[in-house]
């Protein structure tokens, strides 16, 4: 009889731990969830960009005026899926994850207007995806406006990238900026924008000129029916066997691509007009992300 209870007990033990073990498992995975910035809750309602939303300060309940400021990201290339005013001068801004991938939230793309000039506000990007960021090392968003149409990198000293205890650990990137003419609308990146409407412009331009050493093809269909380029230059010379000595850019599309996609425009243009380069025999692959692919 005390054996058996003996061995009842043990029984109760190794269940008891394996329980534990179960619970410290899950713990363990809901911190990572937690350190890697995933907010599914949050994520799930950002089904579609802010479309001409003005922002109030929290129990404002009087008519609309200059100072409440009006987000918009209806447009290529934006993003921006939410807005929470924390305080007349502060704000949280909620970006959208890349198409196909909700864990991968990067590129911020958003215009402010209806502003008051002198106001001065700081906007908090707030669930970022990423640990390690550029926004580190100096690098700073760019700005435009309707009166200033180049895009200009705002000071770096204005800008800080951090992970707040206050997002569930989320990398944070906040900026401040003093709005200086009430007319203007401003808009605001997370870096020089490529978008596909240029590709193809680019692309379409390149090919009425009807190059003997330039072709055009189309590999597929993105997942949004958007073309997939493939775009050939080479040498006109029929003795030169470039099949051998053929050198190809390949590189696949999301919203980081705008790095790549200038660099592969310009590799594009010095190739067309560089007939050492063009005889080499390049290939150069594009897909649909924000504009060229990314280079490998």
Partial sequence: MPSRCVAVATLSQRHALVCCEKMERKMEENVRDVDTGSEAGREEALVGNVNKLMVTPPGYTGVSRKSHLVFDACFESGNLGRVDC???????????????????????????????ETQRVIFNIVNFSKTKSLYRDGMSPVVKSTSRPKWQRLPAKNVYYYRCPDHRRNYVMSFAFCFDREDDVYQFAYCYPYTYTRLQHYLDSLERRNLDYLQREQLGLSVQQRRLDLLTITSPAPQLDWCCCKESLLGKGNSMSWKSSWVMEQIAEMARGNRWVRQKGYSAHMSKGSGWSNML
Avoid: A, G, K
């Fill in 86 to 116: 924390i305080s007349e001068f502060e704000f949280d801004l909620f970006i959208r994850p890349d198409t196909c991938n909700p864990r991968f939230r990067v590129w911020f793309n958003f215009t402010v207007e209806n502003v008051q």
